[in-house]
């Protein structure tokens, strides 16, 4: 996770701190009412936020463009200003500078880097940032957009989140709770410096903002009961002050409280349900003399343990090195150890990375005695709660047996393994020499011992059966470089014939084809016919004999894909639930991680439920998979050769230009396109020179 967070995912509420409040940032003053080329400025372009319009001349008199200054209300104190430069033909954007602004440092502050400002140079109007929407360029009330609420897609739990600062004084907090898919409780509370609750202090008649109508609380209730009503922020419209007329007793600023839902709502949506475990990542190579590895182990649907340590190429672990002073980063500050132990505690109360921040050179000011490069380590853990929640996949009933096709050290390796209801419930292995004799049977009556100490063979083969049927499959079982492993206690023989053979055992239950070689290259796929006014197309990418990259899209009649129009809102399915971009998305990330469609099974009217957040018809995207893994494969005949043609062009974009928003900070972004649209608006409606 490298992308900064407005908000903080937090698991408990204890013990927070207010912090500075935040003070205005000028980054350049260009307003001057005498400024040449300065036009007046007629009501509407007020009530937009319009505070100047300059027309650029060339020698001749000629337009060369415009330059409008425009305020918009982001999440500081007060409304930043922009000053956004046009083309003669108002309809692209030459220049954008931020004049003042007031956001959270690290988070909109970003709005003034170069990175952010330089994407919108040669932007053509309108602009759109994906997952940002205003009702209209020139309206004052923006419509809260937010993520689909409904009980397939939010994870039962409790999620809460806090203010990075304080503002006025008070720290915002929301706490949610998701039970049954559904949200069933929404508490928002302030805190001030000293831990007193606004809510309290609100009832104790402490906090009072006006005579007549509700207080803070009751407020601050009305609005939590709309979101459990409405199960999200679905027409919770805010106008520029943060203010909404939708709920009839709330008159207070509630920017806060929009974000943290929404915030709340992210985390319920993309929560992660985790298989019992233990999962490893080891880094492929070493980096400054040390090779990283990471330990995740989860019980219960929880992460209960974390280990992050570093060997060197004696095996020694900078874990040990730095509690005995022979790894030693400074005198002052924790020490490696210290350090490794408190970003482990991170991760097991916020069960995952969420929050953990880096900057350009991996290191977060989030844990405070932390000052390493910690880029291996957010990796690694992420890696492991990928390995965590890996979808199961369907097990067909039966025996299924694997022999090698070769001894090893005078025996063959044999496994047998049973699944019954779905499930793993027997697994045998065994290993037969030349004569027929069967390892097991040696190792019980005396006849192959490998040390006297210890679990024998069939001890030990034993151990591993029943840790395959405990986890149902090898997830976990981690091995060295020798093929040992040091997560079944008792095991100290090399097990890769073992967890290969399982392995080819369980892809067999899966209906899963033997492997065959893939050949690198592009491999597209186009439906020969429309479906719905829609030509499916695939393009499946194979290198080193893996499949590196999967696009499917469809395309209408006019040449527009459904990816483009499912982001615009023009091609829209549902209101609840993800676009048709984000499915095809999860779609291409299930055929790579599975290398194929291996589990991806589907009902009779093409959909599937291993993917939770997929809802469409995939049996197109299926088929085309499949073909496009058969010519790689060699398995279809080539097609025959086609006429040249001109090289087709991507489809142009003509409703206007998507850029990046800033990440975490959701509001800041949509007060930045709001002034982007309303300079643009108004030139366009109001300004005739």
């Known amino acids: 996770m490298r992308n900064n967070k407005r908000w903080i995912a937090v698991t408990a509420l204890a013990g927070i701190t207010a912090a500075a409040l935040i003070t205005a940032v000028v980054v350049r003053n260009n307003l001057n009412k005498e400024a040449e080329g300065a036009i007046a400025i007629v009501q509407q372009g007020t009530d937009m936020g319009i505070k100047q319009v300059q027309v650029l001349k060339d020698k001749a008199g000629t337009v060369t ?42 988070f909109g502050a970003k709005m003034t880097q170069p990175e952010f400002l330089d994407q919108f140079k040669g932007a053509k109007l309108p602009i759109y940032i994906p997952g940002v929407s205003l009702t209209s360029a020139s309206s004052k009330v923006k419509e809260v957009t937010t993520m689909a609420t409904t009980s397939s897609t939010l994870k039962d739990g409790k999620y809460e989140v806090k203010a990075n600062e ?17 949200i069933t409780e929404v508490v928002w509370d302030c805190v001030d410096a000293n831990g007193n609750l606004k809510s309290v202090q609100a009832i104790n008649g402490e906090y009072v903002m006006t005579e007549k109508g509700p207080n803070w609380a009751e407020q601050a209730e009305s609005l939590a009961q709309y979101v459990i009503e409405h199960q999200g922020l679905t027409g919770l419209t805010i106008d520029e002050s943060g203010k909404t007329d939708v709920v009839a007793s ?23 349900v985790l298989n019992d475990g233990t999962y490893e990542k080891v880094a492929t190579e070493a980096h400054n003399g040390y090779t990283s590895s990471v330990k995740l182990t989860v019980s219960g649907g929880k992460i209960t343990d974390v280990i992050w340590d570093c060997a060197d190429a004696d095996g020694k672990l900078k874990s040990v090195l730095s509690q005995n002073g022979e790894y030693v980063m400074t005198e002052k ?153 040091d997560v079944v206690a008792t095991v100290s023989i090399s097990i890769n014939e073992f967890v290969d053979q399982v392995e080819e055992a369980l892809r067999q239950a899966a209906g899963v084809k033997e492997e065959f070689k893939l050949n690198d290259g592009i491999f597209e796929i ?36 459904k990816s483009i129009l499912s982001q ?122």
């Open 65 to 106: 463009g415009y330059t409008v200054n425009v305020e918009s209300k982001g999440f500081g104190e007060t409304p930043m200003e922009l000053a956004i430069s046009f083309n003669a033909e108002k309809d692209t954007i030459t220049g954008i500078e931020v004049v003042s602004h007031t956001e959270t440092d690290g």
């Open 166 to 182: 304080a503002s006025n004084g008070y720290t915002s907090q929301v706490s949610m709770t998701v039970a049954g898919g559904l």
């Open 250 to 272: 709330v008159s207070i600023s509630i920017s806060d409280f929009v974000a943290q839902v929404e915030e709340c709502l992210t985390l319920a949506s993309s929560a992660q």
């Open 333 to 485: 500050g924790a020490t490696w150890y210290e350090q490794a132990q408190a970003l482990a505690q991170y991760v097991i109360e916020k069960q995952g990375t969420t929050g953990l921040t880096l900057d350009e050179s991996g290191k977060t000011d989030v844990v405070a005695s932390v000052s390493i490069d910690i880029t291996e380590f957010v990796d690694q853990v992420e890696d492991c709660l990928r390995q965590a929640s890996a979808q199961p996949v369907a097990l067909n009933d039966g025996t299924y047996d694997i022999v090698a096709a070769e001894a090893y050290n005078g025996y063959t390796s044999k496994l047998s393994l049973t699944v019954a209801g779905g499930k793993i419930t027997d697994v045998v292995w065994d290993c037969e020499d030349a004569n027929g004799n069967l390892k097991s049977i040696q190792s019980q009556n005396g006849e192959y011992v490998m040390t006297e100490k210890g679990a024998t063979w069939n001890e030990q083969a034993q151990a591993l059966a029943q840790y395959v049927i405990a986890n149902q499959g090898t997830a976990g079982l981690t091995l060295d470089e020798s093929g040992k492993t």
């Open 526 to 561: 186009v439906a020969p016919e429309a479906n719905n006014g829609y030509v499916s197309k695939l393009t499946l990418t194979v290198a080193g004999g893996k499949v590196t990259d999967v696009v499917w899209d469809c395309e209408d009649a006019n040449g527009k894909l």
């Open 568 to 689: 615009n809102g023009e091609y829209v399915m549902t209101e609840k639930g993800a676009t048709w971009y984000e499915q095809a998305q999860l779609l291409a990330k299930y055929v790579i991680e599975h290398q194929g469609t291996a589990g991806l099974t589907l009902d009779e009217n093409g959909k599937t439920d291993v993917i939770a957040t997929v809802s469409i018809d995939i049996s197109e995207f299926v088929n085309q998979v499949e073909e496009a893994l058969r010519q790689s494969a060699g398995e279809a005949e080539p097609e025959p050769e086609q006429p040249e043609k001109e090289e087709e062009k991507e489809p142009e974009v003509v409703d206007g230009t998507k850029v990046d928003g800033i990440s975490g900070a959701t509001i800041t972004t949509k007060a930045i396109l709001s002034a982007i649209n309303n300079a643009y608006d108004y030139l366009v409606n109001y300004v005739n020179e």
